[in-house]
């Protein structure tokens, strides 16, 4: 069996399918239809290789190492219950775009709707093949991401822009829950693996976490799945395009937390606390939603609410636990995903050619759209439970497990509660296909009374899922039934259960007597609330009032935001004296709080005297500090000021025998010195006196507390023995990293991951300088009274000299870059030495004149070396995965060319060009973001200097 297809069944619409759909726009709506629909086919058919055997009980792994001392690893698991769920993803997919086609209006960006699917697509197969748990909460966050974009794709709508924050805050919040919940089962379990975690059921609900882990994961599942209380974010989510609604909110999206509930029973299942909560939460949800779904004057609010009914069946199936109970809800989730996706794409029909979805205009369209109304009577009967369809067979179950697993008046009451859930289950489907197709002639407020029916393409897909209605519900153990007890060996991990037969009669039984009730209690229902066409005027808003969740959860925000503000006004004053103020304040009681119990006296270790330039150091050093003081109100004198203090902790770093750190240090504090001096041309050269005589004693008291507290704590750690781990980087430094500069191997190898991490820190650090100084100059002005400071062309002479320095500095950037492995240097100092080269060149021949020299103009090319430096450093890290190492791991040789001789070459050194470019690009882009003369004031004209 092919293991490596699983990446790629995801990779598929995540890479490809976003690329060709962007990319296919500028043929035609039909090539980006096309694209979209040949990966999401592909994807399903790389999934059926694999089915026969899946579901025969194969399980299929495969692990790539990222980070294994984390337990983080790109982990993929295939078994039935996620074979099951991907086909419907894939499946249903294929069909949504395919109706989406015909479905959009041309004026609308259809590949901007795709390209979003896409990206859906892929998280949602991603939850489903993950087989570690964070790798499951990644893409389980970018389904909520990708939903909000989709729900809010019609972005000028108020109601789509109010329904998609609506459901990214439910869901998020229900996401940083799941967070919590998988941090703690990993602490528990000592792993992230899934198929490991299962195993674990008794070490898992024995410990002392486990109840938080059971109350955060449901957390998780049921803002996911729409369950009560967090069920109203999915109506509000009804202002997106159909084909989203069909897609996410029947088949994929409100399914996650479904699948969350699947995946991880075998360590829940047993406990009762797991089984109370979700039996209660399922089964109250399935008759609230089902309640109110009767009064929604929208086809798509009432399919909304029929979608909450249903999940809250499933959810209370999983509740129970049993593997006949887990089979039922395996199976309803099939179903429900075949006519709840088919209804939602008939109500865009209805839509489409009627005008309206409002059920108060809607009537006799049976004259004019009778194979849409054919098509609606048999998704609208499979919803209901009707019998010789799915529906029926999946609710008959529901009922049979119900009783069986249940007893005394809690049995009672459930089997009460789940028959009249079946009640307004059959109300709100009859008042589906009656409000619309009957129910009178038709509607004098249907804005188009020449409907007619849609194009074949728009109408097959339903009919597709429709016709599988039929066949299921009259041929289940030949179609469904294999494949249900698959899953369900899946699920509970009870590869002992021998199945469920799925039959079309079971006998006279209870479960029969309570869906005959059901279903003439429905009909009972609707004509009795229909007669007089009373249904259309009933308002449930008003007796609910206040008690709503769409308007509690306003309510709630508009509390928050208030008292944030108000926390805001307090706090946010403008004065960075009040800032530093609270941040030192709130740093010192940090910090104390854990040492106020600890020993906090001086260690044991044995003192040494200090050296006599080690006190020289520390008088310059204080000298600067006690200057800086002194001078800290003139902004030239206060940046030099902070150069000198730079250019001790230099010479600190080369007295403690640190090159590297000493190169480092010297380079940063002329580039950053140079920046500041720049910066402040925007600025006044005082800054204003902002203290009373009080407050200057209040912050000298902060200061010295902030100091003598640092410095104590510096005496703590240095008069105390500790064990170092640089015993293990010396070792290692030439046979794992393959260079004999320790600090340089750390940093491009052992810890090349945070090396990475710090450059696209610095990378979005200039781009977002280059954000805010747009439409700035960096020039004084008669207003700030600043420096007339420019990069006027410099005296012939020194611009003559600047010509020698620049080929001078580049050559000194290549040595210390090539020497960087095995002696001082590096890419981070041979990129700052290029820098300041090319500021000198900026300073000599002017800012314009050099940026034409360069072919930099407005800082274009220095965001393209952020850029490509990441993309160079980033390829790297990923090269080793070719070869089964973890990321960034370095290889290293030693070869002998002509000429050259011998040399040693590491992998490394290709992260280092990366590191050298960005820092580069990083540098100069912000130095010529303060410098450029493009940029138009905002405060007058600008003297020249």
Same mark, same amino acid.
């Given at each position: 069996?092919?293991?490596?297809?699983?990446?790629?069944?995801?990779?598929?619409?995540?890479?490809?399918?976003?690329?060709?759909?962007?990319?296919?726009?500028?043929?035609?709506?039909?090539?980006?239809?096309?694209?979209?629909?040949?990966?999401?086919?592909?994807?399903?058919?790389?999934?059926?290789?694999?089915?026969?055997?899946?579901?025969?009980?194969?399980?299929?792994?495969?692990?790539?190492?990222?980070?294994?001392?984390?337990?983080?690893?790109?982990?993929?698991?295939?078994?039935?219950? !996620?074979?099951?769920? &991907? %086909?419907? $993803?894939? @499946?249903? /997919?294929? *069909?949504?775009?395919?109706? =989406?086609?015909?479905? #959009?209006?041309?004026?609308?960006?259809?590949?901007?709707?795709?390209?979003?699917?896409?990206?859906?697509?892929?998280?949602?197969?991603?939850?489903?093949?993950?087989?570690?748990?964070?790798?499951?909460?990644?893409?389980?966050?970018?389904?909520?991401?990708?939903?909000?974009?989709?729900?809010?794709?019609?972005?000028?709508?108020?109601?789509?822009?109010? !329904?998609?924050?609506? &459901? %990214?805050? $439910?869901? @998020?919040? /229900?996401? *940083?829950?799941?967070?919590? =919940?998988?941090?703690? #089962?990993?602490?528990?379990?000592?792993?992230?693996?899934?198929?490991?975690?299962?195993?674990?059921?008794?070490?898992?609900?024995?410990?002392?976490?486990?109840?938080?882990?059971?109350?955060?994961?449901?957390?998780?599942?049921?803002?996911?799945?729409?369950?009560?209380?967090?069920?109203?974010?999915?109506?509000?989510?009804?202002?997106?395009?159909?084909?989203?609604?069909?897609?996410?909110?029947?088949?994929?999206?409100?399914?996650?937390?479904?699948?969350?509930? =699947?995946?991880?029973?075998?360590?829940?299942?047993?406990?009762?606390?797991?089984?109370?909560?979700?039996?209660?939460?399922?089964?109250?949800?399935?008759?609230?939603?089902?309640?109110?779904?009767?009064?929604?004057?929208?086809?798509?609010?009432?399919?909304?609410?029929?979608?909450?009914?249903?999940?809250?069946?499933?959810?209370?199936?999983?509740?129970?636990?049993?593997?006949?109970?887990?089979?039922?809800?395996?199976?309803?989730?099939?179903?429900?995903?075949?006519?709840?996706?088919?209804?939602?794409?008939?109500?865009?029909?209805?839509?489409?050619?009627?005008?309206?979805?409002?059920?108060?205009?809607?009537?006799?369209?049976?004259?004019?759209?009778?194979?849409?109304?054919?098509?609606?009577?048999?998704?609208?009967?499979?919803?209901?439970?009707?019998?010789?369809?799915?529906?029926?067979?999946?609710?008959?179950?529901?009922?049979?497990?119900?009783?069986?697993?249940?007893?005394?008046?809690?049995?009672?009451?459930?089997?009460?509660?789940?028959?009249?859930?079946?009640?307004?289950?059959?109300?709100?489907?009859?008042?589906?296909?009656?409000?619309?197709?009957?129910?009178?002639?038709?509607?004098?407020?249907?804005?188009?009374?020449?409907?007619?029916?849609?194009?074949?393409?728009?109408?097959?897909?339903?009919?597709?899922?429709?016709?599988?209605?039929?066949?299921?519900?009259?041929?289940?153990?030949?179609?469904?039934?294999?494949?249900?007890?698959?899953?369900?060996?899946?699920?509970?991990?009870?590869?002992?259960?021998?199945?469920?037969?799925?039959?079309?009669?079971?006998?006279?039984?209870?479960?029969?007597?309570?869906?005959?009730?059901?279903?003439?209690?429905?009909?009972?229902?609707?004509?009795?609330?229909?007669?007089?066409?009373?249904?259309?005027?009933?308002?449930?808003?008003?007796?609910?009032?206040?008690?709503?969740?769409?308007?509690?959860?306003?309510?709630?925000?508009?509390?928050?935001?208030?008292?944030?503000?108000?926390?805001?006004?307090?706090?946010?004053?403008?004065?960075?004296?009040?800032?530093?103020?609270?941040?030192?304040?709130?740093?010192?009681?940090?910090?104390?709080?854990?040492?106020?119990?600890?020993?906090?006296?001086?260690?044991?270790?044995?003192?040494?005297?200090?050296?006599?330039?080690?006190?020289?150091?520390?008088?310059?050093?204080?000298?600067?500090?006690?200057?800086?003081?002194?001078?800290?109100?003139?902004?030239?004198?206060?940046?030099?000021?902070?150069?000198?203090?730079?250019?001790?902790?230099?010479?600190?770093?080369?007295?403690?025998?640190?090159?590297?750190?000493?190169?480092?240090?010297?380079?940063?504090?002329?580039?950053?010195?140079?920046?500041?001096?720049?910066?402040?041309?925007?600025?006044?050269?005082?800054?204003?006196?902002?203290?009373?005589?009080?407050?200057?004693?209040?912050?000298?008291?902060?200061?010295?507390?902030?100091?003598?507290?640092?410095?104590?704590?510096?005496?703590?750690?240095?008069?105390?023995?500790?064990?170092?781990?640089?015993?293990?980087?010396?070792?290692?430094?030439?046979?794992?990293?393959?260079?004999?500069?320790?600090?340089?191997?750390?940093?491009?190898?052992?810890?090349?991951?945070?090396?990475?991490?710090?450059?696209?820190?610095?990378?979005?650090?200039?781009?977002?300088?280059?954000?805010?100084?747009?439409?700035?100059?960096?020039?004084?002005?008669?207003?700030?009274?600043?420096?007339?400071?420019?990069?006027?062309?410099?005296?012939?002479?020194?611009?003559?000299?600047?010509?020698?320095?620049?080929?001078?500095?580049?050559?000194?950037?290549?040595?210390?870059?090539?020497?960087?492995?095995?002696?001082?240097?590096?890419?981070?100092?041979?990129?700052?030495?290029?820098?300041?080269?090319?500021?000198?060149?900026?300073?000599?021949?002017?800012?314009?004149?050099?940026?034409?020299?360069?072919?930099?103009?407005?800082?274009?090319?220095?965001?393209?070396?952020?850029?490509?430096?990441?993309?160079?450093?980033?390829?790297?890290?990923?090269?080793?995965?070719?070869?089964?190492?973890?990321?960034?791991?370095?290889?290293?040789?030693?070869?002998?060319?002509?000429?050259?001789?011998?040399?040693?070459?590491?992998?490394?050194?290709?992260?280092?060009?990366?590191?050298?470019?960005?820092?580069?690009?990083?540098?100069?882009?912000?130095?010529?973001?303060?410098?450029?003369?493009?940029?138009?004031?905002?405060?007058?004209?600008?003297?020249?200097?």
């Amino acid at each position: 069996m092919d293991t490596s297809v699983l990446p790629i069944i995801i990779f598929l619409p995540l890479v490809l399918g976003t690329f060709l759909v962007s990319w296919l726009k500028q043929f035609s709506r039909g090539a980006t239809a096309l694209g979209a629909i040949g990966v999401s086919i592909s994807s399903l058919a790389l999934l059926l290789t694999q089915a026969k055997e899946v579901f025969n009980g194969h399980t299929v792994i495969q692990t790539w190492t990222w980070l294994p001392q984390l337990g983080l690893d790109f982990s993929f698991r295939l078994d039935a219950l !996620g074979l099951l769920f &991907a %086909l419907l $993803i894939s @499946g249903i /997919g294929t *069909l949504i775009y395919i109706y =989406a086609y015909f479905y #959009l209006s041309p004026k609308n960006s259809l590949s901007k709707l795709y390209f979003l699917l896409m990206l859906f697509m892929a998280a949602m197969l991603g939850i489903s093949l993950s087989n570690n748990l964070m790798l499951l909460l990644v893409f389980w966050e970018l389904t909520s991401i990708s939903s909000f974009l989709l729900v809010g794709y019609w972005s000028n709508y108020e109601a789509a822009q109010r !329904g998609s924050r609506m &459901a %990214l805050t $439910i869901t @998020g919040m /229900g996401g *940083l829950c799941l967070l919590g =919940a998988f941090i703690l #089962l990993g602490q528990v379990t000592g792993t992230y693996q899934i198929d490991q975690i299962l195993g674990m059921r008794e070490q898992i609900q024995s410990h002392a976490l486990f109840v938080p882990i059971l109350l955060l994961t449901l957390m998780g599942a049921f803002t996911k799945s729409a369950q009560f209380p967090f069920h109203f974010w999915l109506p509000n989510a009804m202002a997106a395009p159909t084909p989203v609604s069909a897609y996410l909110h029947s088949a994929t999206m409100v399914k996650a937390g479904i699948f969350l509930l =699947a995946r991880l029973l075998p360590i829940f299942a047993g406990a009762a606390l797991y089984h109370n909560i979700v039996t209660f939460v399922g089964l109250f949800t399935l008759c609230m939603a089902a309640f109110f779904a009767i009064f929604k004057e929208d086809l798509k609010g009432l399919l909304a609410y029929s979608t909450i009914s249903h999940l809250g069946l499933i959810v209370c199936l999983l509740g129970i636990g049993s593997p006949l109970a887990v089979a039922a809800a395996i199976f309803h989730i099939i179903n429900h995903a075949t006519f709840k996706a088919a209804l939602f794409m008939i109500a865009g029909i209805i839509d489409h050619e009627s005008g309206t979805r409002d059920l108060r205009k809607l009537s006799g369209l049976w004259q004019l759209l009778p194979f849409t109304a054919t098509l609606t009577m048999i998704t609208a009967a499979s919803m209901a439970g009707v019998p010789l369809t799915n529906g029926f067979l999946s609710k008959e179950m529901f009922f049979t497990e119900l009783l069986a697993n249940l007893s005394g008046p809690v049995m009672i009451g459930a089997a009460v509660t789940a028959t009249f859930a079946g009640i307004f289950a059959v109300a709100y489907s009859i008042r589906l296909v009656h409000g619309v197709f009957f129910d009178g002639p038709i509607g004098k407020d249907v804005p188009n009374k020449d409907a007619h029916e849609p194009p074949f393409g728009m109408r097959a897909p339903a009919a597709l899922l429709a016709v599988l209605c039929i066949l299921v519900g009259i041929l289940p153990a030949l179609l469904i039934e294999k494949i249900v007890n698959s899953t369900t060996q899946a699920s509970t991990q009870n590869f002992a259960f021998e199945g469920v037969h799925i039959a079309l009669w079971h006998g006279f039984n209870l479960p029969l007597l309570m869906s005959a009730i059901a279903l003439l209690g429905g009909i009972a229902f609707y004509f009795s609330l229909a007669k007089g066409s009373r249904i259309r005027h009933i308002d449930l808003d008003p007796v609910l009032g206040k008690f709503q969740g769409r308007i509690l959860f306003d309510l709630f925000l508009k509390h928050l935001l208030l008292n944030s503000r108000k926390f805001k006004r307090a706090t946010e004053n403008g004065s960075l004296q009040s800032y530093l103020m609270w941040i030192v304040l709130f740093s010192i009681a940090l910090t104390a709080w854990p040492l106020a119990s600890q020993g906090i006296g001086t260690g044991t270790r044995e003192l040494t005297h200090a050296p006599a330039m080690a006190i020289v150091l520390w008088l310059l050093l204080f000298s600067a500090c006690w200057m800086m003081l002194w001078f800290h109100h003139e902004r030239i004198k206060a940046v030099l000021i902070s150069g000198a203090v730079g250019l001790v902790v230099t010479m600190v770093f080369i007295c403690f025998s640190a090159p590297d750190l000493a190169l480092t240090q010297i380079t940063v504090d002329v580039v950053t010195t140079v920046l500041l001096l720049m910066s402040l041309s925007l600025l006044p050269q005082l800054t204003p006196y902002e203290s009373s005589i009080s407050r200057r004693w209040r912050d000298a008291l902060i200061a010295i507390a902030g100091g003598a507290g640092i410095a104590w704590i510096t005496w703590l750690i240095l008069t105390r023995d500790h064990n170092s781990i640089s015993w293990f980087f010396l070792q290692q430094s030439i046979p794992l990293g393959g260079g004999t500069n320790v600090v340089n191997v750390i940093l491009v190898d052992f810890r090349g991951f945070d090396t990475f991490g710090e450059i696209t820190v610095l990378g979005i650090a200039a781009i977002g300088a280059l954000c805010m100084m747009d439409g700035m100059r960096a020039h004084g002005t008669t207003i700030t009274q600043g420096l007339t400071y420019r990069f006027n062309p410099s005296p012939l002479m020194f611009r003559i000299t600047a010509s020698w320095v620049l080929p001078l500095a580049l050559v000194v950037s290549l040595y210390i870059f090539l020497r960087g492995h095995n002696l001082p240097g590096g890419g981070f100092i041979a990129g700052l030495i290029t820098s300041l080269a090319l500021v000198i060149q900026y300073i000599a021949l002017g800012q314009d004149q050099a940026e034409r020299l360069l072919r930099a103009k407005s800082g274009r090319l220095y965001e393209i070396w952020i850029g490509t430096g990441l993309v160079i450093a980033g390829l790297t890290g990923l090269g080793s995965w070719f070869w089964g190492r973890p990321f960034l791991t370095s290889a290293h040789i030693h070869m002998h060319l002509p000429i050259l001789g011998d040399m040693h070459l590491a992998s490394a050194a290709l992260f280092d060009v990366g590191v050298y470019v960005t820092v580069v690009g990083a540098t100069m882009l912000m130095i010529s973001v303060l410098g450029d003369s493009r940029h138009t004031s905002m405060s007058g004209p600008v003297p020249r200097g």
